[in-house]
């Protein structure tokens, strides 16, 4: 289950009876809910606060659903919008899917289902946060904080497996370490933060002068590799 409280949702129907019959019914389920009968005010409050969920009904004053789609995936892309719509505004329902919609709500409201989907919603959003954690701890474990080069831990994985696609593929690879020269005397004679520089400045060198299937790393501290594949 999601943490319902930290999840922030919007509602937004021009009729004030659906909004508080839907506000109520989510509240009691823990969610902190915002609830809104002007499309226009909607957009506003968006700008200023993201939302974990937006749902809203298709036919509103000032704005269509299908347009107020499109404004608020704009704003806030990340958002995840479910429509309410009553049988003959399907094919709207499903107009405003193709424009970013993640599901639709048919009316009147199954205040079960309502729940139902609301919790899928907020679900998937967790899944996709967890997914981004675990792809950024695993980035930084891979890569020198100071330069954004490989770092000598994952060098050592990149190079077994190099080495094993050589073999089974029966290719070549070459392997380029490089050093700075007297780098010492720089942190000596200007300070740790100019020698900090200059290691940035020759890993973006580095950087551009590698093809897209070679692997340039920090080995040590003023220390480089670069494992140059099917070269």
Do not use: W
């Amino acid at each position: 289950k999601t943490d319902a409280a930290e999840a922030k949702i919007m509602v937004v129907d021009d009729e004030e009876g659906i909004v508080l019959l839907m506000k109520s019914e989510l509240e009691d389920h823990g969610y902190n809910v915002t609830g809104c009968t002007d499309p226009e005010q909607a957009i506003e409050k968006i700008k200023k606060v993201v939302y974990d969920l937006i749902i809203m009904d298709l036919k509103m004053p000032k704005i269509s659903g299908v347009e107020f789609v499109k404004k608020a995936k704009e704003i806030s892309p990340k958002t995840d919008i479910v429509v309410m719509t009553g049988f003959p505004s399907v094919e709207t329902a499903v107009e405003c899917m193709k424009n970013g919609a993640a599901d639709y709500l048919a009316k009147p409201i199954d205040l079960e289902y309502l729940n139902i989907i609301v919790e899928k919603s907020l679900y998937k959003r967790v899944l996709e946060k967890r997914a981004a954690e675990r792809e950024y701890f695993e980035h930084i474990s891979r890569v020198d904080g100071l330069t954004g080069l490989y770092n000598n831990k994952f060098f050592h994985e990149l190079l077994d497996a190099e080495i094993s696609r050589s073999d089974r593929y029966k290719y070549s690879f070459s392997l380029t370490m490089i050093d700075i020269d007297d780098f010492k005397k720089i942190n000596d004679n200007y300070g740790h933060q100019k020698g900090d520089a200059i290691l940035e400045e020759i890993a973006s060198i580095l950087k551009s002068l590698a093809r897209k299937t070679d692997s340039a790393v920090r080995y040590g501290g003023e220390e480089f590799a670069i494992i140059l594949s099917q070269t």
